[in-house]
């Protein structure tokens, strides 16, 4: 494993729906999937459907309260579903 300042073996999860067109996010879908392997989620590559990424969760208290768990400080990753 790849040791990296920002990752820990495992990060918050969270999956979202997002404008094709412009990423914007449509909140009312974000859904906390619980904890993944950092390493699998940064090899996972994107598509036309779906991109992967990271958050700053002190930037986006959404992310908080989705999950209804200490997410702390930590980067979260994000997996956005590009639906019309």
Partial sequence: MTNHPNRSSKLHHFIIDADPQTGEWRLSTLVYDGMVDADEFHSRKDTEAVHYDQADPEAFPC?????GVEIGKRTVALTMNFTS
């Fill in 63 to 67: 992310f908080a309260e989705a999950a």
